[in-house]
């Protein structure tokens, strides 16, 4: 069983910054992947960033050069930094590890970017 807490969404204006954490009960760096996904109202959930155990990260195209994931073994946390922010990123995101094969999701975080 993994524990998630995410943090970070809020209201920001186009253009603006927002850091999102994922803290988990696990090692962080025993989590074979770890996701950031993201729903809009209306829209299916779509696969934001990954992370790997091993480092390497990969983002979808909507977000490609803007979102940067990264993580703190020290804290067992994992971050979304999203810059220069679109009103299109609005949405609820959601933190996913998934760890020896199970899938395990965060409550969600809102994130709406709007003037």
């Known amino acids: 069983q993994v524990q998630l807490a995410e943090s970070g969404g809020g209201l920001v204006q186009p253009g603006g910054s927002l850091r999102l954490s994922c803290a988990t009960s696990r090692n962080i760096f025993s989590i074979n992947v770890m996701a950031w996904h993201r729903q809009a109202p209306g829209k299916e959930r779509e696969l934001v960033a990954t992370i790997t155990r091993g480092g390497s990260a990969d983002y979808a195209d909507s977000v490609k050069g803007r979102f940067t994931i990264s993580r703190d073994g020290a804290k067992n946390t994992v971050y979304l930094q999203m810059n220069s922010l679109k009103s299109e990123d609005t949405a609820v995101y959601y933190c996913?590890?998934?760890?020896?094969?199970?899938?395990?999701w965060g409550q969600g975080t809102q994130v709406t970017v709007s003037s």
């Open positions: 996913n590890p998934i760890v020896d094969g199970r899938s395990y």
